[in-house]
């Protein structure tokens, strides 16, 4: 019975995360913002609901899968956003009007006058 309520707490934290990162995708203003809200929110959410996975059915097995899916998910959602972060700065796709440092502008700069 406790189990079965933890397991529901999880799933439902989960889902919830998963829903503020897609509310987040029409709220915020520019592609990398809303880039760091899907990927922080949804892993975060793909771990919960893992682990409540993970709790209701108690078996090596479901373990195990979910366990590789954690490490993939892990794996592969910060190179993702990282290649889609650059390449809307290749493309110059536009900023936030408050936007007050961007670190691969001074990197572009400074490969444009043969350093680095």
């Known amino acids: 019975m406790m ?9 439902i ?5 998963i829903l503020l990162s897609s509310i987040g995708m029409f709220r915020f203003p520019d592609l990398y913002i ?4 899907t990927t922080k ?3 975060l959410g793909i771990l919960l609901i893992l682990m409540g996975i993970c709790i209701y059915f108690p078996s ?4 195990l899968k979910s366990f590789f899916i954690l490490i993939y998910v892990f794996l592969t ?3 993702a956003s990282h290649m889609i972060g650059r390449a ?3 493309i110059k796709v536009p900023k936030w009007e408050k936007t007050f440092r961007d670190d691969l502008e001074k990197e572009d700069a400074g490969k444009k006058h043969g350093e680095g």
């Open 3 to 11: 189990t079965e309520w933890l397991a529901s707490i999880l799933l």
């Open 60 to 63: 090596l097995s479901v373990f």
């Open 88 to 90: 809307g700065h290749l």
């Open 41 to 43: 929110a949804s892993t």
């Open 13 to 17: 934290l989960g889902a919830g995360f």
């Open 34 to 37: 809303r880039m760091h809200a």
């Open 77 to 79: 959602t910060p190179v």
